[in-house]
């Protein structure tokens, strides 16, 4: 149910002078990326930031991705080192998060690290995110735009759906184009950490900067919770056929599909269909399968999605 109590509005200039006034006032906006919504808060504002963490119900040892135009911006707040700077030079702007180390001098909120001497930062390149970022002139933290621990929202209603009431403003683009979260990359010393799977395949970064380790501790990765993008519903992974009372997720051939990811078997299709079509199922059914999905390219991000939406919660 759209709720009556958040304007939403579309990204044309009227909407984003609206959007970057609310930003600036310290407000909530909902923002359109490549990936999935944001929750947008200037993230020089302590209270502002605060704001996410409540309205999301965010656990606060959970830190935010901080949003800016490009690496000239970045530079501001955090320190880059020659692999990290390749990394921000080839894929910003765009769906890779480069997790480094902050300057004494950021303006940057501490909140938005959560306790941690690292900032994530991410150059959209969504025309609209862009835009906004340029018209409010200030980085903005802008985790995804749906309550802690549920289903990532990858349209406007999604948004509505899950923090209408909760938010100042929802700017509206569209369904976000690749619909799964940016990689997250960090760093221990100089040896790159794979800390996210997303929207980046790992073969395209380990083509650049060598192997991608994985995080050693939860300090290196404190949103990674087993539990995370869930329906209500329950949801069996790697299902073959369908048991009763299930629904199937499809994927490629599988034969009584309720919703596809992608009867074609392509993975960016199923990466932009993924959470959207959860949430759809999740309207009515109870039990969810889904297909196995191959878990090569972005279909690692996709696994990793599903198998932490099945976890125990
Ligand atoms: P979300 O914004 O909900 O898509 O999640 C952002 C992801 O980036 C979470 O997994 C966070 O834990 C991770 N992240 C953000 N900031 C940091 C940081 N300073 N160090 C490590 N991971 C981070
Ligand atoms: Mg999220």
Redesign the pocket.
């Known amino acids: 149910m759209m709720d009556v109590l958040t304007k939403t509005a579309p990204a044309d200039a009227a909407g984003l002078g609206e959007a970057a006034r609310i930003l600036q006032a310290g407000g909530l906006v909902a923002f359109p990326t490549e990936t999935v919504y944001g929750l947008g808060a200037d993230a020089t504002n302590g209270q502002a930031v605060a704001a996410i963490f409540a309205a999301k119900g965010r656990p606060l040892f ?4 901080v949003h800016v135009e490009g690496l000239e911006q970045a530079r501001r707040h955090v320190e880059f080192s020659p692999r990290a700077q390749a990394l921000a030079e080839k894929f910003w702007p765009g769906p890779l ?1 480069l ?1 480094l180390p902050r300057r004494k001098d950021t303006p940057l909120s501490l909140l938005v ?2 306790g ?1 001497d ?3 930062m991410r150059a959209p390149s969504h025309p609209a995110a862009q835009a906004l970022l340029k018209a409010v002139g200030r980085p903005v933290a ?3 735009a749906n309550i802690s621990g549920q289903v990532t929202a990858t349209t406007a209603s999604h948004v509505a759906d899950s923090l209408g009431g909760k938010v100042d403003f929802i700017l509206d683009a569209g369904s976000a184009t690749l619909g799964i ?2 990689t ?1 990359i ?1 760093f221990d010393g100089d040896r790159p950490l794979l ?2 799977p997303g929207a980046v395949p790992r073969e395209e970064i380990e083509d650049l900067i060598g192997p991608l380790g994985r995080p050693g501790s939860l300090i ?5 919770m087993a539990s995370h993008y869930a329906p209500r519903a329950a949801l069996r992974l790697n299902a073959g056929e369908i048991e009763s009372g299930e629904v199937l997720l499809g994927f490629g051939d599988a034969v009584g599909a309720k919703l596809n990811l992608s009867p074609g078997g392509d993975l960016r299709e199923a990466a932009a269909n993924l959470f959207a079509m959860l949430r759809a199922l999740d309207k009515t059914a109870t039990s969810i399968a889904v297909s196995p999905i191959p878990d090569t390219g972005i279909g690692e991000a996709i696994n990793d999605r599903l198998r932490r939406a099945a976890a125990p919660r």
């Not at 959970?62 to 991705?65: A, D, E, F, T, V």
């Open positions: 959970n830190p935010l991705i998060t997790v690290s959560a941690l690292t900032v994530a802008g985790p995804s979260e940016s997250v960090g800390l996210r290196q990765s404190p949103g990674m």
